[in-house]
């Protein structure tokens, strides 16, 4: 049986001149001295092999952000918060990233879902390669700013085809770039004329429609990421709204248009609002995994969180277990099986967790119909008016069922407290812990909707879609 053939290592074409050759030394010492390797000391001890052929762009994001010390909020290994790529499941699979690889879109959408703002810039004929010479620069003097570069390799006599690398160093006078190769068991890091890399970065990439490569800015984002809750990865700003969504929002917000019966009973309200979304989504029960809209983290991925994070998620619970609206809601659910709707893919076994009274807190329906009605409001008379489709004028707006939703959801603060089911209520020093939880929902919603935001409306920011 003949055997597959294998190989050590390539030889880096004469284009790339090796780090760790004399004059790749000779390079980062004139760099260094002419101030163009701050950033090679933050990303420089972050360079890994990427785990698997096709994780180039995984692995070159691992490196920015480990190197950007931005904090997972999850546990690598025993007790340390770290990135890897296992970590990066967001806005497409990693099955599919194994066996494709990413697009600079979707890599550019998992940046953003990891704390990171990501702007894309895009090499064909209407890019500056001076622009671009200046932002590395600007991004090798300092220590906030990371670059990664999508190229084609054949335009630099490597083999392979499209590939990712952070921007490691730049030394002004040769006008050369480090390039920080994820790939090590191919080529190990090298030096590359800026040209020679800009020329690479102008071509097209055959695996995503032949759409230009470019090259991404990364700094760390003020937001923060979920905690418990997150958009379904079939509904993220990279993939087309499935078919299924978009009926399912389309038919709600036909529904919302409404008017109730008895606008002042929020009893009722919230009980005609649960009972004819839930209706909606089960329409879709044949094909509804993509048709989801957000679910919670799996039960594995829970159990990794830090403790700190840990505590937070069940601040988070108690908090939504104490909102009036909660109460209403499980009162018109009650008849109504806990975990197995399909809007919300609800499974028994990967909902309950232990809180820090070592008591159980099982996620059921309620708690995600909490956080859907806080996202309904979005589709207001003051949402985008490029999404008509989803949304109501000021008069469909006036007297309906979302009116009487964005009253309810408004204010936290507003609502009423009662017994959390995960830990009894603390009658002494509860003022920090109450304030607490109100500002974790109230980050929870916001960042949600900017995500739902930012699947509705391409040029919304991407905030978090794991």
Not at 312 to 337: C, G, K, P
Not at 386 to 410: D, H, M, P, W
Request: charged fraction near 25%; hydrophobic fraction near 35%; proline fraction near 4%.
């Amino acid at each position: 049986m003949a055997t597959k053939t294998n190989f050590y290592r390539r030889i880096l074409p004469e284009i790339c001149i090796n780090f760790s050759s004399d004059d790749g030394k000779l390079i980062f010492k004139e760099a260094l001295d002419n101030g163009g390797m701050e950033i090679f000391f933050h990303l420089g001890p972050q360079i890994r092999t990427q785990d698997e052929p096709a994780y180039c762009g995984l692995s070159s994001l691992v490196i920015v952000l480990n190197g950007l010390a931005v904090d997972p909020g999850r546990v690598w290994k025993g007790v340390w918060r770290w990135y890897h790529e296992s970590m990066l499941e967001c806005c497409t699979s990693l099955e599919d990233v194994q066996r494709q690889g990413v697009t600079i879109e979707q890599l550019a959408c998992i940046a953003k879902c990891n704390q990171l703002n990501a702007d894309v810039v895009y090499v064909d004929d209407h890019a500056s390669i001076d622009d671009f010479r200046e932002l590395v620069k600007q991004s090798c003097r300092g220590s906030s700013m990371a670059v990664i570069c999508s190229f084609g390799r054949r335009e630099l006599g490597q083999t392979g085809s499209g590939h990712f690398s952070p921007i490691g160093g730049y030394h002004p006078g040769k006008d050369v770039v480090l390039v920080l190769e994820p790939a090590r068991f191919k080529y190990p890091p090298y030096w590359l004329s800026l040209e020679a890399l800009w020329n690479a970065m102008n071509t097209k990439d055959p695996t995503n429609g032949d759409s230009p490569r470019g090259y991404m800015i990364l700094e760390k984002s003020n937001s923060q990421p979920t905690l418990l809750f997150r958009i379904s990865r079939y509904f993220n700003a990279i993939n087309p709204l499935h078919e299924d969504a978009a009926d399912f929002l389309q038919k709600a917000v036909k529904f919302l248009k409404e008017k109730p019966e008895k606008p002042n009973n929020s009893h009722q309200v919230i009980k005609d609002v649960a009972e004819n979304l839930l209706k909606i989504s089960a329409e879709h029960k044949l094909n509804h995994e993509k048709g989801i809209l957000f679910n919670t983290f799996k039960k594995s991925q829970l159990e990794s969180m830090s403790p700190e994070h840990q505590t937070a998620m069940f601040s988070l619970v108690e908090e939504i277990e104490s909102l009036e609206l909660y109460q209403y809601l499980r009162d018109a659910l009650t008849n109504r099986s806990c975990c197995s709707e399909a809007l919300f893919d609800l499974k028994k076994e990967e909902q309950v967790l232990v809180n820090e009274c070592g008591l159980p807190c099982v996620l059921c329906l309620p708690h995600y119909m909490v956080i859907l009605l806080h996202m309904l409001p979005l589709f207001g008379p003051n949402f985008s008016t490029e999404l008509n489709q989803f949304s109501l004028t000021e008069e469909e707006f006036k007297g309906s069922y979302l009116e009487a939703i964005q009253v309810l959801t408004r204010d936290n603060n507003e609502s009423n407290c009662s017994k959390s089911n995960c830990c009894e209520e603390k009658t002494n020093g509860n003022t920090e812990s109450n304030k607490r939880g109100k500002h974790l929902l109230k980050n929870e919603i916001k960042e949600l909707r900017k995500q739902m935001l930012s699947v509705l409306n391409k040029d919304a920011q991407v905030s978090c879609c794991i």
